[in-house]
């Protein structure tokens, strides 16, 4: 069965940097492509960052470009996202997710994805 664990959340003044963790378990994690995305109260849940099964790719959405890296360490089964000059407009539970089928560059959709973790809380304090 397919787990995927967020970690790294927390409170951070606006300009400050977190990293995420989403460490993966279930399966082989490397044949997979990920993805993070982020939901805030009374917001639907929205894309952040895409990534392919091997690394080489990577997909952001257009608020966070420039600002946040998204990466994998397939040695280790883990998915990161760097967060740095965080704004408080990026405060929400962020997700890690994973797809049922092998290979693929990236995705962007959450109907796209198939297993999700329970989400880690990040708030950015201004």
């Known amino acids: 069965q397919v787990q995927l664990v967020e970690s790294g959340g927390g409170l951070v003044q606006a300009g400050g940097s977190l990293r995420l963790s989403c460490a993966a378990s279930?399966?082989?994690?490397?044949?997979?492509?990920m993805g993070w995305f982020r939901q805030a109260p009374g917001n639907q849940r929205e894309f952040v960052a895409a990534?392919?099964?091997?690394?080489?790719?990577?997909y952001y959405a257009n608020s966070v470009n420039g600002r946040f890296t998204i990466s994998r360490d397939n040695a280790k089964s883990t998915l990161y996202l760097q967060m740095n000059s965080l704004k408080p407009d990026d405060t929400a539970v962020y997700y890690c997710a994973t797809r049922r089928s092998a290979g693929g560059i990236y995705y962007y959709r959450h109907y796209e994805y198939d297993y999700w973790g329970q989400g880690t809380q990040v708030t950015v304090s201004s």
């Open positions: 279930g399966r082989t994690f490397s044949r997979y492509a």
């Open positions: 990534i392919n099964w091997g690394g080489e790719n990577t």
